[in-house]
């Protein structure tokens, strides 16, 4: 009996495990997306800024 508990218990500790595993593989991922589109967002502005300022100098 003590061994089929013993199996449970460690067949929910590895459950627990790969959903801990999955979490953080997911966090990772969504990181990376936010890293991403932080850089696009930030080479955008830098364009952006880089016209407004073609646009003044000519006024």
Known sequence: MS???TTDIKNQF???LNRTQQQ???TK???A???D???RDLQQLHKDQ???LKIIDKL
Do not use: A, G, H, S
Request: charged share 40%.
């Open 3 to 5: 061994k089929v508990k």
């Open 14 to 16: 590895v459950k627990m």
């Open 24 to 26: 953080i593989t997911d």
């Open 29 to 31: 991922t969504r990181k």
């Open 33 to 35: 997306v936010t890293l």
């Open 37 to 39: 589109m932080y850089n």
């Open 50 to 52: 880089e016209r407004l």
